[in-house]
Nanobody
Framework: QVQLVESGGGLVQAGGSLRLSCAAS????????MAWYRQAPGKQRELVAA???????NYADSVKGRFTMSRDNAKNTVYLQMNSLKPEDTAVYYC??????????????WGQGTQVTVSS
């Protein structure tokens, strides 16, 4: 079994910061690209940021310059540092990872989601 566990969400005022974490655990052989998505009420899930195994990143235009994604390959963990938060960043944030399990192939896994609420 492979699990992604997110943490770090919460309530923050506009202009504030939060740091999300996502740790992959279980019967893991390897972890490839990882990403953060978010879904606001009544909206489709959207890509926020992604990172390759080597550390190359890309971001949604709406978060460029404010969010920074990083990873620790030794811990199979990614982070999303969110600064200058805006009310429109309010959403459930989901971690996604492309993982090869022991004895299996590569598959996409999702975390359970963590709520981020930004008050104006």
């Amino acid at each position: 079994q492979v699990q992604l566990v997110e943490s770090g969400g919460g309530l923050v005022q506009a202009g504030g910061s939060l740091r999300l974490s996502c740790a992959a655990s279980g019967m893991i052989f390897g972890v490839n690209a990882m990403a953060w998505y978010r879904q606001a009420p009544g909206k489709q899930r959207e890509l926020v940021a992604a990172i390759t195994f080597g550390g190359s990143t890309n971001y949604a235009d709406s978060v460029k310059g404010r969010f920074t994604m990083s990873r620790d390959n030794a811990k199979n963990t990614v982070y999303l540092q969110m600064n200058s938060l805006k009310p429109e960043d309010t959403a459930v944030y989901y971690c996604n990872a492309n993982i090869r399990s022991l004895g299996g192939g590569w598959s996409d896994y999702w975390g359970q989601g963590t709520q981020v609420t930004v008050s104006s």
